[in-house]
């Protein structure tokens, strides 16, 4: 294998993680101005297309995800797998950080403690030692190159105690 390679990927990393890195005070700031990309995915639980996501093959070696709307912490850079499936993917969030809802076709979606639509939680592909995939929009999270405040702990969700609401799916 080329020498230069491993050399290139860290040089590229590194420039991703200044380009799509936000600094320690997004936390601090809620109510973020969203564009209408981020809308549709946030508010009316739409979905990105796949493998467009700023985040799909971004793996920054630390640092945390934020909800882009409300600046809380859900991922650890940790958390997040590659998957091939075109979004994001991550096998465990903080604790407390997300709340789920079974939508009527059976999916579970994933959503901040602020209502911000993640995306949607699936067990027992077998990707990783947690066995639990969050496909989750690039458009509702926000890398921050920063250790999130407080002492968080990681956690899989318990997809079982997901309860159903009559609500729109967000089958796009
Ligand atoms: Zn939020």
């Not at 903080?94 to 809802?101: S, V």
């Not at 602020?114 to 067990?123: E, K, R």
């Not at 027992?124 to 969050?134: A, V």
Request: aromatic share 12%; proline share 4%.
């Amino acid at each position: 294998m080329c020498k230069c390679l491993p050399f290139l990927h860290g040089y590229w990393t590194r420039a991703q993680e200044y380009t799509y890195s936000a600094d320690a005070t997004f936390a601090t700031k809620p109510g973020h101005a969203l564009s209408a990309e981020e809308k549709h995915v946030i508010d009316q639980n739409g979905t990105e297309q796949a493998g467009t996501g700023t985040y799909n093959k971004f793996y920054p070696g630390q640092g945390y995800f934020a909800c882009r709307k409300c600046g809380s912490p859900i991922y650890s850079a940790q958390a997040k797998f590659d998957s091939g499936c075109g979004w994001p993917a991550f096998d465990k969030c903080f604790t407390g950080a997300i709340k789920m809802r079974r939508e009527l076709n059976g999916r579970v979606e994933i959503m901040c403690t602020c209502g911000a639509h993640l995306g949607h939680v699936f067990d027992g592909e077998g990707f990783t030692e947690e066995n639990q995939r969050h496909c989750a929009n690039s458009r509702s999270l926000q890398y921050v190159k920063a250790k999130p405040a407080g002492e968080l702990t990681e956690t899989k969700l318990d997809t079982a105690s997901a309860l159903g609401q009559a609500h729109r799916p967000s089958y796009t």
